[in-house]
């Protein structure tokens, strides 16, 4: 009977390449749901149709019209509201890509009522939804700004953040407003991560003070940083290790600045502060001084305790990102890369060819695969590994690896 009623629609179709309208109308009288969801796909059926079975059919009758571009808008205003999360998430989906496409005619006559449709996901109970939206709509220009400002004020990070980030609609006011209204330290990491931020909003991000946030921010080279911010983050820094390569790289570090660095960071940091071009001589040589002492103490009573330390818990197997990290302080490259052989199971000139290869994907896949932490893995790259600070991969969320566990075995196995 199914398959009679799409031949004998084909053969009455003028001009169409699928079903007439008497026969789509008697796939949906008929109620077979085989039927029904060949017509809910279909990009010829007819909108009433699609109208109808926005209303009648089942879930996955529904979620397929919510996929399809030629239902009509009024049925997409229909399942905006469905009781069927899969339904609005595909909604969701399609209708975020449509709107901001639309082009002068088509705003003319169904614009209204798409927008509202939109608006109305946006405004949904779920989080998935709403982040659906956001993730579709944060790069456009053809959305109201009211719905980018509703999205980018959401509580919820992964629906604020994509939008906080990428959207061009928002203003560097909007964004001086929404930080100061108080955020979810991923949103704010999300704000900090923004192409050629503005100082007036780096200005409210420092304020905040946020670990992850501040180091994103002082990470980003395109951000505008003044001297005087940058100088109340390093009254801050002493303790904050996240941030100590990302200060000193500013090229807005003040000399007080750079002084007052040069007494907390890691000794191959601060080769990357002597070898500045913006210092006066009185600085440099304070610097050179500073680096000479680093080097005696690596190499004196309390380095070779140190060092006889971590051998010993080395050969136990219980290397841990402490002891690590005092030797890459230490300047201890050498144990480093024996170190970094035995606990990723590669050899030494496996070690050494990565170390040695300027690239910070492949630096922390050496960390991660070692079973290090991702501090580890940043003290790894400005120190043995020399990775200039402007390219020096950093935490997510202050912590985090920032690379998926497959990429960072792929950018590893590039060199075995």
Same mark, same amino acid.
């Given at each position: 009977?199914?398959?009679?009623?799409?031949?004998?629609?084909?053969?009455?179709?003028?001009?169409?390449?699928?079903?007439?309208?008497?026969?789509?109308?008697?796939?949906?009288?008929?109620?077979?749901?085989?039927?029904?969801?060949?017509?809910?796909?279909?990009?010829?059926?007819?909108?009433?149709?699609?109208?109808?079975?926005?209303?009648?059919? &089942?879930?996955?009758?529904?979620?397929?019209?919510?996929?399809?571009?030629?239902?009509?808008?009024?049925?997409?205003?229909?399942?905006? &509201?469905?009781?069927?999360?899969?339904?609005?998430?595909?909604?969701?989906?399609?209708?975020?890509?449509?709107?901001?496409?639309?082009?002068?005619?088509?705003?003319?006559?169904?614009?209204?009522?798409?927008?509202?449709?939109?608006?109305?996901?946006?405004?949904?109970?779920?989080?998935?939804?709403?982040?659906?939206?956001?993730?579709?709509?944060?790069?456009?220009?053809?959305?109201?700004?009211?719905?980018?400002?509703?999205?980018?004020?959401?509580?919820?990070?992964?629906?604020?953040?994509?939008?906080?980030?990428?959207?061009?609609?928002?203003?560097?006011?909007?964004?001086?407003?929404?930080?100061?209204?108080?955020?979810?330290?991923?949103?704010?990491?999300?704000?900090?991560?923004?192409?050629?931020?503005?100082?007036?909003?780096?200005?409210?991000?420092?304020?905040?003070?946020?670990?992850?946030?501040?180091?994103?921010?002082?990470?980003?080279?395109?951000?505008?940083?003044?001297?005087?911010?940058?100088?109340?983050?390093?009254?801050?820094?002493?303790?904050?290790?996240?941030?100590?390569?990302?200060?000193?790289?500013?090229?807005?570090?003040?000399?007080?600045?750079?002084?007052?660095?040069?007494?907390?960071?890691?000794?191959?940091?601060?080769?990357?502060?002597?070898?500045?071009?913006?210092?006066?001589?009185?600085?440099?040589?304070?610097?050179?001084?500073?680096?000479?002492?680093?080097?005696?103490?690596?190499?004196?009573?309390?380095?070779?305790?140190?060092?006889?330390?971590?051998?010993?818990?080395?050969?136990?197997?219980?290397?841990?990102?402490?002891?690590?990290?005092?030797?890459? &302080?230490?300047?201890?490259?050498?144990?480093?890369?024996?170190?970094?052989?035995?606990?990723?199971?590669?050899?030494?000139?496996?070690?050494?060819?990565?170390?040695?290869?300027?690239?910070?994907?492949?630096?922390?896949?050496?960390?991660?695969?070692?079973?290090?932490?991702?501090?580890?893995?940043?003290?790894?790259?400005?120190?043995?590994?020399?990775?200039?600070?402007?390219?020096?991969?950093?935490?997510?969320?202050?912590?985090?690896?920032?690379?998926?566990?497959?990429?960072?075995?792929?950018?590893?196995?590039?060199?075995?």
């Amino acid at each position: 009977m199914l398959m009679s009623l799409f031949r004998r629609g084909r053969d009455r179709d003028h001009g169409r390449h699928g079903l007439s309208y008497e026969a789509q109308r008697a796939l949906v009288t008929a109620g077979d749901p085989g039927g029904r969801r060949k017509l809910a796909r279909a990009t010829d059926t007819r909108p009433e149709m699609l109208y109808y079975l926005a209303g009648q059919g &089942d879930a996955e009758i529904r979620r397929d019209i919510a996929t399809n571009r030629a239902t009509p808008v009024q049925a997409d205003r229909l399942l905006a &509201d469905d009781v069927d999360v899969e339904v609005r998430a595909q909604l969701a989906h399609k209708i975020a890509r449509l709107v901001p496409d639309m082009n002068a005619e088509e705003r003319e006559r169904i614009g209204a009522l798409a927008l509202e449709t939109l608006e109305t996901l946006a405004r949904d109970q779920l989080p998935r939804v709403r982040a659906i939206v956001a993730e579709e709509v944060k790069s456009a220009r053809g959305v109201p700004r009211e719905l980018i400002r509703r999205l980018a004020a959401d509580t919820e990070s992964i629906v604020a953040a994509p939008v906080l980030e990428y959207s061009p609609l928002l203003g560097d006011d909007d964004l001086r407003e929404l930080v100061a209204a108080g955020m979810a330290s991923d949103a704010l990491d999300a704000v900090a991560r923004r192409d050629s931020l503005a100082a007036e909003v780096s200005d409210v991000i420092a304020a905040t003070l946020d670990v992850a946030a501040v180091a994103t921010l002082l990470a980003n080279e395109s951000a505008q940083i003044r001297e005087d911010t940058l100088d109340a983050l390093v009254d801050n820094a002493a303790d904050v290790d996240t941030w100590h390569p990302g200060l000193v790289a500013r090229p807005e570090l003040s000399i007080r600045a750079v002084r007052r660095v040069s007494g907390f960071v890691a000794a191959s940091l601060l080769e990357i502060l002597a070898r500045r071009n913006d210092l006066d001589d009185a600085t440099r040589k304070d610097l050179d001084q500073k680096v000479r002492q680093r080097l005696r103490e690596s190499s004196g009573p309390e380095g070779d305790a140190e060092a006889a330390r971590t051998h010993e818990v080395t050969d136990a197997g219980l290397v841990d990102d402490e002891a690590l990290q005092a030797a890459i &302080d230490g300047g201890r490259r050498d144990f480093v890369v024996e170190v970094l052989a035995r606990k990723t199971a590669l050899e030494t000139t496996t070690i050494d060819k990565v170390m040695r290869s300027g690239s910070a994907k492949a630096v922390t896949a050496l960390a991660w695969r070692a079973g290090f932490s991702m501090r580890s893995a940043i003290q790894l790259q400005t120190g043995p590994a020399r990775i200039p600070p402007p390219q020096v991969l950093m935490a997510r969320n202050g912590t985090d690896y920032p690379v998926p566990p497959e990429d960072l075995a792929w950018h590893l196995e590039a060199f075995l």
